[in-house]
């Protein structure tokens, strides 16, 4: 298999390094997985504004 260099912007990086991390938290999953469960039931939910 043959690897290629991609760039990107720093910011970029750093956001997908966060997503990463948060996909490999089972504990986080779990709460996201939850908080959707909740949302289909149609339970209000914590909105966040980034």
């Known amino acids: 298999m043959k ?3 991609v760039t990107i912007p720093k910011s970029e990086y750093e956001e997908l ?3 990463v991390g948060i ?17 289909n039931k149609g339970v209000r939910t914590w909105k966040l504004k980034i």
């Open 3 to 5: 690897q290629e260099t």
């Open 17 to 19: 390094l966060e997503e």
């Open 23 to 39: 996909l490999r938290n089972r504990e986080m999953m779990d709460a996201i997985r939850e908080s959707d469960e909740e949302k």
